[in-house]
C-alpha cells in the first residue's frame, strides 16, 4: 500500500509482500523444514458432528498426485497437509510438487519435519501419528495416539520429544529415543485442544490453546498447568511465542475474530487487534521482521507492526478461506495455505543489516532490535592457524553493543568508522559505533554519509525536500531540479535520484553539479574521489570526477544553475553486469553479482575471483588482511584472499604508472604472477606480461603473438618427456611452424614439423626448397608413422619406382601397383600379375583367369621391349636430379614419346636391330 511506504526508510518495507508460487491443491497446513506447523481445519464451539460434517462438505478436493522419489527439506522445499488425507512436498520456487505421500483417507491436519533425523511427522483424524523418512519414502513408525482427532503435534527444539494435542481434551508427549513411548498426559482442558507451541526462549516449557477460550502454559514434567490466559469471548484456534528476547510475548488468534498479544510473565492481555470478519485461523510472529500475521477465514492474511500494532497491510488472493501460515527462519518466505492451494511469498528484502568498518575491522549487524558486534581485525592470522578454506564460515567473537529503539532496516558506518547509524520506520538515529551511545536522531524517509567529514550527512524528508548536516548540525536544505525526490547516495558528492535521473550537488555549498540520465540503484565511490561507479539494473557506470574543475567553478561562480559544472563527469567504462553488492579497493572495484560470483573490474575487464554456492553479500575489503568478507542471510560470515598488492600493481598500470607498477611488482608472491600476466595481457602489455607470466601456455602464447621464435621453441623443448606426444603439444609444435614459415624461417619450419609428425608440412618444405636428402628421409619417416601417401611422393618424386610399387603392394593397392609397373617399370609387371591373380582369386577365380602376363601373352603389350630399354635408361639417370630452376624448359621433355624417340635413335644408327616381333599366340579368354 503507497500509503505505508514512506514508513519505511527508503527501502521496500517488509510488509510489502510479493506473491510467489501458487502451489495447486497444496490446501490446508502448510510447514517449512523444522520450522513450524500450521493450523489445520478446525471445529468451533458447535457439536463435533456438525463440525465434522461441515468440513467434509466444504474441503476442496485434489487430484493423485505423482509421485517422487528424492528430495531433501531445505532450499526451495514446502510441506502441505492435506484435507484429502496426502502430504504433498512442493519445490516452491518452481512450484512443482517433488513428492506425494498418501497418509490415510482421511484428513491429515498437521505434519511436521524433523531435519536431524529425516523425518516428516503427520497426525490426522484416524488418530494415529505416522512417520516417515522423506528421502526413502519408508513409513519408520506408527501408531494410536489418541482416541479423537489429532489436532497438532509439536516436535521440541533440541529433545527427541513430540507432543500431540487431540479433540479428547488431553496432550501427550511421545519420546523417539524410548520406541515412541508415551511418557506424560496433559490434562485440564475443558474442549478440543487446537494447537500447542514450545517457549523458544524456555523449551521445557510450552502453551496450548483450546476452544474452551483458554491458553495455557505448561512445564515439562508438572502434571496440571502452570497458569491460564482467559480473554477470548469465543474457542482459541492458534497461539505463537514472540522470538526475540526482549519481549515475553505470546500470541493468539479465536473465533471471536481477534488476535490477542499477552506478556506471559504479567499474564495481562498487551493488545487486542481486530480486524477480520471471520475466526482468526492461524497467527505468526515473523522470526527475522518486525511483524506478526494473522490469517482467517474471511480469506485474508493482515500483516500487523510488532511495535506499534497498527495494520500496515492485508492480501486476499482470492482462494477462499486461509487456514495456515508459516515462516522460514534464515529468510523473509512466508506461505499461506488457503482451501484453494498454497501461496509462497517474499517480505521485503532479504539483504543482512550488516556494516563493516574497512579502517578497524569492526562488524556491526542486526537480530531484530539487537546490536552485535565483531572484530574481523587479525582474522588472517586466525584463517591460516585453523586452516580455515576461503569460503568457509569464520569463526567470530560476538559481543552485544546493546537494543535500538526502532527496527534495525539498515546500519551503516560513516567514512572514518567513529559512528553508526540505524535507520528504520522513517526514523534514524547516530550512535557512536564503540558503545553504541546515541549521538543523533530524526525523522527521514532516507539517510546517507558523507565521504568527506565525519558528522556530514544527508537526509531525504520528504519526495521534495533534502537537507544536508554539517558536523552534525543543520546545514542546508537542498531543492532538487526533480519532480520528486525518490532516494539519497552518499560519498565525494551527494546524489539524489529521480525517476528518470539522478543529480549530484557539493557537500558545502549545496551547488548543482551535474545530471546523469539514469536511474541507479546504487553509486560507490572510490577512496580517492576520482571514480565513481552507478548500479543500474543491467549494466553500471564507471565515471571519472574532477574535483578540481568542480572547485574552480564555485570559487568563481562560473557554473551553470540549469546545466551544473561543465566537464565535472567523464564516462571512462560500461560494466555490463548485475551487480549486487560492491566496494572500490583503489582502482578495482570488487563486487558481487546476481550469478553468485565475486567479480572485480579494472581497467575495463571483469574477472571472476570465486563462484559462490549461495547469495552473498559483500561487508568490505581490509587491506591489512588482504581479504575480502562477505556475510549470508543467515549472518554467516566468510572471506576469500585477496591480495592489497596486485589490486594496487592493477590499479597503478590503470593509471599508466608503469614506474610504480614496476616497484610494486616485487612485492606480489609468484603464485600471483600467472594472474598479474593475464592482467596485463588484457590491458595489451604482452611484452610485460611476458616478462611476468610462469604459466608456460602463456608464456608460449605471448611468444608467438611477440614473433619471439626463439622463446616460443626453448618453452616447447622443455615440455617433459611424458607430455611430448599429446595433441596439445603437437598443435604447438604446428602453430610455431606455421608462423615460422610464414616468417620465412624454413629451418625452424623444419625443425617444428619434425617435433610434431608433420609429414605434410614437410612435404611441402622439402619440395619448395628442392631438398632431395630431406625427402629421403621423410619417406622413412613417413613409412613408419603410416602416412603411406606422403612416403608414396616423396619416393616418387625421387624416382624410387621399385620402393613406390613395393609399398602400393604392402598396402594391399596390387592393381595400382601393377598399372604403376606399366607404365614406369615394365620388367616388374610379371611378378606383379602372378601376385594379382593370387590375390583377386580369393574373389573371383575366373576374373583372375581374365589377366594377361607379359610373359605368356606378349602380343597384347605392344612395344614392351622398347619400353624395357627405356627403363634401363631411366634407371641409369635417375640419381641425376634437376634443379627446381630448370623447370621451365624440363617441362618440355614431358611431351616427348620416349618409346618412339628410341626407335628413331635405333633406325638411323642401324647399330641396334629392330627387336623380333613377338610369336604370335592365343588372346587369354576374357
Not at 232 to 249: A, F, L, S
Request: charged fraction near 25%; aromatic fraction near 10%; proline fraction near 4%.
Amino acid at each position: 500500500p503507497a500509503a505505508s511506504r514512506t514508513a519505511f526508510f527508503g527501502r521496500r518495507p517488509p510488509f510489502d509482500s510479493h506473491a510467489g508460487q501458487h502451489l495447486s491443491g497444496a490446501h490446508g497446513p502448510t510447514e517449512w523444514p523444522d520450522v513450524g506447523v500450521v493450523t489445520p481445519r478446525h471445529r468451533t464451539d458447535n457439536q463435533r458432528d456438525a463440525a465434522s460434517s461441515r468440513d467434509q462438505e466444504e474441503a476442496p478436493g485434489a487430484e493423485r498426485p505423482r509421485q517422487m522419489r528424492r528430495c531433501a527439506p531445505g532450499g526451495a522445499v514446502g510441506a502441505s497437509a492435506m484435507y484429502n488425507g496426502k502430504v504433498c512436498i512442493w519445490d516452491y520456487e518452481t512450484g512443482t510438487m517433488v513428492k506425494s505421500f498418501d497418509v490415510c483417507e482421511l484428513p491429515v491436519r498437521s505434519a511436521k519435519f524433523v531435519v536431524r533425523k529425516q523425518w516428516f511427522i503427520t497426525a490426522s483424524d484416524d488418530m494415529h501419528i505416522r512417520v516417515y523418512n522423506y528421502n526413502t519414502m519408508e513409513k519408520v513408525k506408527e501408531f494410536e495416539a489418541h482416541s479423537d482427532y489429532i489436532r497438532y503435534i509439536e516436535v521440541h527444539p533440541t529433545m527427541p520429544l513430540l507432543i500431540s494435542a487431540a479433540d479428547d481434551m488431553s496432550m501427550k508427549l511421545w519420546n523417539w529415543d524410548k520406541s515412541w513411548e508415551c511418557t506424560q498426559v496433559f490434562e485440564g482442558h475443558l474442549h478440543y485442544v487446537m494447537m500447542i507451541k514450545f517457549n523458544a526462549k524456555d523449551t521445557n516449557s510450552f502453551a496450548s490453546a483450546s476452544l474452551d477460550r483458554s491458553i495455557k502454559v505448561w512445564s515439562l514434567g508438572a502434571p496440571q498447568p502452570n497458569f491460564s490466559l482467559e480473554g477470548h469471548e469465543r474457542g482459541v484456534n492458534c497461539i505463537d511465542y514472540y522470538p526475540g528476547g526482549d519481549k515475553p510475548y505470546l500470541l493468539s488468534g479465536a473465533d471471536d475474530k481477534t488476535v490477542k498479544i499477552w506478556d506471559y510473565q504479567t499474564k495481562a492481555c498487551v493488545q487486542t487487534l481486530d480486524g477480520h470478519a471471520n475466526n482468526v485461523c492461524s497467527v505468526v510472529f515473523h522470526p527475522r521482521l518486525p511483524i506478526l500475521i494473522s490469517g482467517s477465514e474471511d480469506g485474508t492474511v493482515r500483516i500487523w507492526h510488532t511495535t506499534t500494532y497498527r495494520a500496515e497491510t492485508t492480501l486476499n488472493y482470492g482462494m477462499e478461506r486461509a487456514w495456515s501460515l508459516a515462516c522460514t527462519r534464515d529468510a523473509n518466505k512466508l506461505a499461506i495455505g488457503y482451501d484453494e492451494g498454497t501461496v509462497v511469498l517474499k517480505l521485503g528484502h532479504e539483504m543482512p543489516v550488516a556494516s563493516m568498518d574497512n579502517h578497524t575491522g569492526k562488524l556491526v549487524y542486526s537480530l531484530n532490535n539487537e546490536i552485535v558486534t565483531a572484530s574481523l581485525k587479525g582474522i588472517a592470522e586466525k584463517v591460516v592457524a585453523e586452516d580455515i578454506s576461503d569460503g568457509e564460515r569464520l569463526p567470530l567473537a560476538v559481543k552485544d553493543l546493546g537494543s535500538t529503539e526502532i527496527y534495525p532496516q539498515s546500519v551503516k558506518h560513516n567514512c572514518n568508522g567513529r559512528f553508526i547509524v540505524v535507520c528504520g520506520d522513517g526514523e534514524y538515529i547516530i550512535y557512536t559505533s564503540q558503545a553504541l551511545r546515541n549521538k543523533e536522531f530524526g525523522s527521514a524517509l532516507d539517510f546517507c554519509w558523507s565521504g568527506l567529514g565525519t558528522g556530514d550527512y544527508a537526509v531525504r524528508e520528504t519526495i521534495s525536500r533534502v537537507k544536508t548536516f554539517k558536523n552534525f548540525k543543520e546545514h542546508k536544505t537542498i531543492k532538487a531540479p526533480l519532480s520528486s525526490a525518490e532516494g539519497l547516495f552518499g560519498g565525494q558528492v551527494l546524489a539524489i535520484k529521480g525517476s528518470d535521473c539522478v543529480v549530484f550537488f557539493d557537500w558545502s555549498e549545496g551547488v548543482f553539479i551535474r545530471k546523469i540520465d539514469v536511474v541507479p540503484t546504487d553509486v560507490h565511490w572510490n577512496e580517492s574521489g576520482e571514480l565513481c561507479l552507478l548500479v543500474c539494473e543491467e549494466t553500471c557506470y564507471v565515471l571519472k570526477y574532477d574535483a578540481a574543475a568542480v572547485t574552480s567553478a564555485i570559487e568563481n561562480n562560473s557554473f551553470s544553475a540549469e546545466e551544473g559544472v561543465e566537464g565535472a563527469f567523464e564516462l571512462v567504462h560500461e560494466l555490463n553486469d548485475q551487480v549486487k553488492t560492491g566496494e572500490w579497493v583503489g582502482d578495482c572495484f570488487l563486487y558481487t553479482n546476481n550469478s553468485n560470483r565475486l567479480n572485480y573490474f579494472v581497467g575495463g575487464e571483469t574477472m571472476t575471483l570465486c563462484h559462490l554456492d549461495q547469495e552473498m553479500y559483500m561487508l568490505g575489503y581490509l587491506p591489512k588482511e588482504d581479504r575480502v568478507f562477505l556475510i549470508d542471510k543467515a549472518l554467516n560470515v566468510v572471506s576469500y584472499k585477496v591480495l592489497l598488492s596486485v589490486l594496487e600493481f592493477q590499479t597503478a598500470v590503470v593509471r599508466d604508472d608503469i614506474e610504480a607498477a614496476n616497484e610494486i611488482l616485487p612485492s606480489i608472491p609468484e603464485s600471483e604472477h600467472n594472474s598479474v600476466a593475464r592482467f596485463l595481457e588484457s590491458q595489451g602489455l604482452k611484452e610485460e606480461a611476458l616478462g611476468v607470466t610462469k604459466d608456460p601456455d602463456q608464456k608460449f602464447d605471448l611468444s608467438l603473438e611477440l614473433g619471439k621464435l626463439d622463446v616460443a621453441y626453448e618453452i616447447l623443448l622443455q615440455i617433459p618427456e611424458a607430455d611430448k606426444d599429446t595433441t596439445d603439444t603437437q598443435s604447438k609444435w604446428k602453430r610455431l611452424g606455421d608462423l615460422a614459415l610464414s616468417t620465412g624461417d624454413l629451418p625452424r619450419a623444419e625443425q617444428c614439423a619434425e617435433a610434431s609428425g608433420d609429414t605434410a608440412g614437410l612435404l611441402l618444405l622439402y619440395t619448395c626448397t628442392g631438398n632431395a636428402e630431406g625427402a629421403k628421409k621423410l619417406a622413412v619417416q613417413a613409412k613408419e608413422l603410416g602416412k603411406t601417401n606422403v612416403a608414396f611422393i616423396s619416393l616418387f618424386l625421387l624416382g624410387r619406382i621399385e620402393e613406390c610399387i613395393e609399398l602400393l603392394m604392402q598396402t594391399g593397392r596390387i592393381p595400382e601397383a601393377a598399372f604403376l609397373a606399366r607404365t614406369y617399370m615394365p620388367s616388374e609387371m610379371p611378378q606383379i600379375v602372378i601376385k594379382w591373380k593370387a590375390d583377386l582369386t580369393k574373389v573371383s577365380e575366373r576374373a583372375a583367369q581374365a589377366l594377361a602376363d607379359p610373359a605368356e601373352y606378349p602380343n597384347l603389350f605392344p612395344d614392351l621391349d622398347w619400353a624395357v630399354m627405356v627403363e634401363q635408361h631411366f634407371k641409369k639417370n635417375r640419381d641425376t636430379l634437376l634443379e627446381a630452376s630448370s623447370y621451365p624448359e624440363a617441362a618440355k621433355d614431358l611431351e616427348f614419346d620416349l618409346i618412339d624417340i628410341f626407335k628413331q635413335q635405333a633406325a638411323a644408327q642401324g647399330a641396334v636391330a629392330e627387336p623380333a616381333a613377338p610369336p604370335a599366340v592365343d588372346t587369354p579368354e576374357p
